[in-house]
């Protein structure tokens, strides 16, 4: 399979993109090229999102108009990961079966091994084996440590620092195509924040569900506060970004915390989703608008020049 080329196509949010340059640096391991060409790739991938409706017709759109690049090219292999292929991979095999095969968002780092059975079920002693779509979705896996990058920015990084969620807000999906929460160790992060500093990145974005909640099931006693502490020591460094964070679990040793270092942006992401108690109730957040409105108050109070933005679902 050396040589092949290879097109990625990412849909969703900041961890998908994460999760997309773990493949790409894989197959550059394996020896694959990457393309922004989709006429001349051998492999097409699309890594899902699941968040929304709208997205999800995009994808099976898609899929739609790549059946027929598979017809006229019957060698291409073509499969797809993500949130999607987590929530619903019965009703995706239903509506492409062409597809090669399709990995869940806790196999997506099997893609070399994956491809390379492919190969062999493709080569000239097996052309008369029916073709199938190979399926590894699995729940709440760990991803292992160390796996290649191919980093999209040269100066800005995402690095995520937990995976799942355990809010089952009633309007979201993540904690079903996530899984539960499941904290990296604080050795592994910043290992990796320290390679990416040696390489010139200046900035990193900290990713995760929920990353206030980080640290929970750890055996090490640490918090999301005190992860933020030791990476703003790493030299080279100069902007400590996160996303996202969860009203109910934002501290006041996490808002003195950022007030403190002075690597941490002065910018915060914290989603209300709705103004009215009711439909926050309705919603399962776990908080009230009273609550959320004295959060800004603190926050403003310990950080005057913060900058906040959030989400809002009409």
């Known amino acids: 399979m050396v040589n092949l080329k290879a097109y990625i196509q990412t849909y969703g949010c900041q961890m998908n993109e994460y999760d997309s340059e773990i493949m790409a640096g894989l197959l550059r391991e394996s020896g694959y090229h ?3 060409n989709l006429e001349e790739a051998e492999v097409i991938l699309l890594n899902t999102c699941y ?27 073509l499969g797809l990961s993500g949130c999607l292929v987590q929530r619903e ?35 000239q002693e097996n052309r008369a084996r029916k073709r199938h779509t190979i399926v590894r979705v699995e729940e709440n896996r760990l991803v292992p440590e160390g796996l290649p990058k191919l980093r999209k920015r040269k100066f800005s990084a995402f690095v995520s ?40 990145y200046k900035e990193i974005t900290l990713l995760g569900q929920n990353v206030n909640s980080y640290g929970k099931g750890l055996k090490e006693r640490i918090d999301f506060a005190d992860l933020l502490g030791f990476i703003n020591q ?3 460094l100069e902007r400590i970004r996160f996303t996202t964070s969860h009203p109910r679990d934002l501290s006041d040793k996490l808002i003195e915390k950022m007030a403190e270092l002075d690597k941490v942006c002065e910018h915060l992401h914290l989603p209300v989703q709705s103004g009215s108690n009711k439909v926050l109730s309705r919603m399962k957040r776990g908080y009230t608008r009273e609550y959320y ?17 959030t989400d809002i679902i009409v």
């Open 34 to 36: 990457l393309t922004d």
């Open 51 to 77: 968040v929304r409706e709208k997205v999800k017709h995009k994808i099976y759109s898609r899929l739609g108009e790549l059946s027929k690049l598979k017809e006229k090219k019957p060698e291409l292999i």
């Open 89 to 123: 991979p019965e009703e995706i095999l239903q509506r492409a079966p062409y597809l090669d095969f399709i990995l869940g968002t806790s196999n997506f780092f099997q893609l070399p091994e994956v491809l390379e059975e492919i190969s062999r079920n493709h080569n």
């Open 161 to 200: 620092i937990m995976r799942g969620c355990n809010n089952f807000c009633s309007y979201c999906n993540v904690p079903y195509v996530r899984g539960r929460e499941i904290s990296r160790s604080s050795q592994e992060i910043l290992k990796e924040v320290e390679e990416l500093s040696q390489r010139g």
């Open 234 to 236: 790493i030299e080279g």
């Open 293 to 309: 409105k004295n959060l800004v108050e603190k926050l403003r109070q310990a950080i005057p020049e913060i900058a906040l933005t």
